[in-house]
């Protein structure tokens, strides 16, 4: 992830017991991994800042790991600037340092992806995003199964990665786009009636939640402070704790 300041992103958000009684995603149609990658050659992941990969589709990529499925990463930004101003963490030591933890992560979950890092600035997708989408159109191709951030998750990256994904794909055949929220748990209303989009539950069995538990353990530059008077980390446990379900959520 990355810092956020947005209206729809400030303070603690949503707990996740209140997720836990939202009669709208208890009610989503089930899907399994098998399910979802049946019949696909390659999976694309989009992925805004290291670590929204692992949080929102860890149990997916585990999946597409186990079944040898050809997995790509494309990882938008280094999400290089997400402790802006400390001196603990400039652009550059984090941009090494959040590499470093996908690698780890990856691994953790079994897959061997080939990782595509297209330099765009964290906090400043939306202002590339034809490039992006040029970037997207040469990579894509029929086969793909492409999974993106939701182009209304709430973060500018998310948001305008979720949209070039949609341009992108929408101009090539024989793909198909499922888009994944990351920062909408924060915000979106736990009753909302009719639920705010089309989506389906994909059920994470006993050992892939514990791999995606393993991964997600290694941002530890988003889960740790890293001593007194350092910054707040941008994954406190309540927010860890959207992502630690026994299952994920795709928008159709």
Known sequence: ????????????????????????????PTRTAAELLLGWQRLVLLSPHPDDE????????????????????VSVTDGEACYPGDPGWTPERLRQVRRSEVAHALAALGVHAQVHRTGLPDGGVARHRGELERALRALLRRGDLVLAPWEHDGHPDHDAVGRAAL??????????????????????????????????????????????????????????????????????????????????????
């Open 1 to 28: 992830m990355a810092a956020v300041t947005l209206p729809r992103v400030v303070g603690d958000g949503r707990r996740e017991s209140e997720w836990r009684r939202s009669r709208w995603l208890a009610a989503l």
């Open 54 to 73: 692992t949080l929102a589709c860890g149990g997916l990529l585990r999946a597409a790991g186990a079944m040898g499925l050809d997995v790509q990463l």
């Open 167 to 252: 341009a992108a794909t929408a101009a090539l055949p024989g793909l198909r786009l499922l888009r994944y929220p990351v920062w909408a748990w924060h915000w979106l209303p736990p009753d909302a009636s009719p639920p705010p989009f089309a989506a389906i539950r994909m059920p994470l069995p006993p050992a892939t939640l514990a791999r995606k538990r393993r991964a997600i353990a290694c941002f530890a530059s988003q889960l740790d402070r890293g001593g007194p008077g350092a910054p707040a980390p941008i994954l406190p446990p309540h927010v860890v704790e959207r992502f630690d379900r026994p299952f994920e959520v795709y928008l159709r």
